[in-house]
DNA sequence: TTACTTTACACAATCGATTGTGCCTATTAA
DNA sequence: TTAATAGGCACAATCGATTGTGTAAAGTAA
């Protein structure tokens, strides 16, 4: 029961006031109440005035439950990652959150830890409370789709960024990876480097198929063979950065690049060419992808590939906001690739003049 | 107008099933529904297991907006941060988000931005979402609390963490900072070292205060005479960790040590140190505090105090969660310090026998 | 057999906001 | 002067689940 209507409420707490508070004070029926408030046009100016300010006066908060409950639709907008750590997801989500709020909508987050029937669960959780939206970056085991058929069917909007479903039937937000391999490669070739390696990711996954395929893209518009051994496959961490490294040296023709599709790996390998004693970038040029924290602390600072992780939150966010607000007109599924940025730090400059001094500073970000 | 009272529903989307369904197509009322689902004892057993049957057959999903509307409680926890970036905050709030979904809560994600404004805002917005308790880690620019007390006077259970409210008036979940410049500040000792430098932060924030006086107490407790002239002041950044390295590095009798009370400062003095041809730890040993990504990755590994992230946010859960069990019980506030963990590495250890390989892994966190 | 429980379910109010419809009073056009 | 229109507000149903109370029927004790 509710303690406002107690003869004696606790003394403790204070209840909400409540739109049926303001029309007894005003001697008004609910419904003009909640017209004033939300501006409709069969209200007087007059008695508009008067809501606002006893709204004003009494500090009224709408109950969003009421009015989702009502309206079919909350304010709230479901976001589903595999995890909330690294750099990459928390930056999206701080996108995400930002552009949002910005909106009038808040955002309900869940955890799918790379796991399918945890990600199922958490669509049913946000189905069940009736969320607005939903933004998703997939679980690496999610195989199978036809749990996201079920939000469909109800109409809710749903885009998918980073890790997304395949093909032109869903909103998906994505970086544009086969770029970014174009355009490190691209610059390692400016730099005059013609025997490039790349250590490249698990071709099953699209990030690193694309950024393989943009590297194989500028080799060919620069007119230099492909060279197999020269690629090297692995999952992309320090350790298997180091042994690809490894091998590259042992090559008869070793390699005077090393474009990385991931920045983890191409420290690896940095670190392996140093201690054979080659000089980063003069020996070998070495880039990598996804702009980590360390790639600036490194040394030589880092060359890598930002992500955009921002940007992707906000674009994530503006497609989803389009389709709510098509309120169930039929909409056209669209895909949105953002240009990724190549940041040139040490690394790759073969140019010594070009270079920035070491000891630069990490960011302007104080924790 | 619900479409699925009309009589052309749209063909592209299908309403969820509700209580209502369920009760019609087996002839019972909605309570009877309702409190078989919620295994009522007024409910026989036969029933019960009908209804649970059918439920299954349709999927029914309860509306949680309905069902928090009229129990007055949702089943969201608030959680309000500065910002969702860097290390801390997003392990923190993985931290949250993980203990809450396992107690059948999920999150509702705000960033005040160091913004008290926005963090009234953010407040508001919580409570007109009827969140059953509240997570705060403040904003900088918080230095008045009285926003807090409409928390409080509605009865809503509040937890602060890491960025805390003084006092034992309130809830909240801190790592133990001085403990943290103790043990860090013995380690140096341990070393041999005995001409420890501190770079400490501004002194109005507890975090730095606390590390200072946890370095004082190990200095006192080793009969070491404080020497002020080794403490140097800052915000605590790459930058002016390179100042102040530059600064004690000046002094008649410079230092063997420093304790920074931040990772960032430490890596500018690290950097400066070697800059000026001395070597670390011989010549100086060197520790951060907080762990950030890049100390595994500098060269040498940066020694550090970890801040427990997940722990913390569990942690904050647990209390809450205490706070919204009792229901409305008095609930006398306390006040949870965690107990940070020194992660010795190679930056501080004198004996060259106890170093770890260089290049090694950075972490098994693969993204 | 009578009286009293217990079991099993339905009725109906309720949470707080929204909205289609209806009604009355001015105002304007014819 | 009459009719038509617009302005301004109230009534009451509604969203979906919860819960105190009422009431039969079945079971138990006296």
Chains 1, 2 share one sequence.
Do not use: W
């Not at 006893?54 to 989702?68: E, G, I, T």
């Not at 970056?137 to 195989?143: K, N």
């Not at 099953?204 to 950024?211: A, E, G, P, T, V």
């Not at 060919?220 to 950065?241: F, T, W």
Request: contains cysteine.
């Amino acid at each position: 029961m509710a303690p406002r209507k107690k003869q004696a409420p606790e003394p403790t707490t204070t209840s909400p006031v409540s739109m049926a508070d303001l029309a007894r004070e005003l001697g008004v029926s609910m419904t003009t109440i909640s017209r004033a408030l939300s501006d409709h046009h069969s209200i007087g100016p007059a008695m508009k005035q008067r809501v606002l300010k006893l709204a004003k006066k009494y500090n009224y908060q709408p109950n969003r439950l009421a009015s989702a409950l009502r309206k079919g639709k909350s304010q709230l907008i479901g976001i589903i990652v595999p995890y909330i750590e690294g750099r990459f997801f928390p930056s999206v989500v701080h996108g995400i959150e930002t552009a949002a709020s910005k909106a009038g909508y808040n955002v309900i987050i869940c955890q799918s830890n790379e796991d399918v029937a945890q990600e199922r669960r958490n669509l049913e959780i946000l189905l069940s409370a009736q969320v607005a939206g939903i933004l998703v970056s997939l679980s690496r085991t999610t195989l199978d789709f036809r749990h996201f058929e079920k939000v469909r069917s109800r109409g809710l909007p749903l885009v998918f960024f980073d890790r997304i479903v395949e093909g032109d039937k869903v909103n998906a937000v994505v970086l544009d990876d086969q770029e970014g391999g174009y355009v490190s490669t691209r610059h390692l070739l400016s730099q005059g480097c013609r025997r490039i390696a790349h250590l490249a990711g698990p071709q099953h996954l699209n990030i690193y198929k694309n950024r393989r395929q943009g590297y194989l893209d500028a080799l060919a518009e620069a007119g230099i063979p492909l060279d197999e051994a020269l690629i090297h496959y692995s999952d992309m961490n320090q350790e298997q950065g180091i042994a690809a490294m490894r091998e590259l040296l042992s090559l008869p023709e070793p390699p005077d690049a090393v474009f990385a599709a991931g920045d983890y790996s191409a420290l690896g390998a940095m670190q392996e060419a140093r201690r054979q004693g080659l000089t980063v970038p003069d020996d070998i040029a070495i880039t990598g992808f996804s702009n980590e924290a360390f790639t600036l602390i490194a040394e030589p600072a880092m060359t890598s590939i930002d992500q955009r992780c921002e940007e992707m939150g906000q674009a994530a966010v503006r497609l989803l906001l389009e389709v709510i607000d098509a309120d169930g007109a039929p909409f056209t599924p669209r895909q949105v690739a953002l240009r990724p940025e190549l940041l040139v730090r040490n690394s790759s400059l073969r140019q010594p003049e070009a270079r920035l001094p070491a000891g630069k500073l990490v960011s302007s970000f104080t924790p």
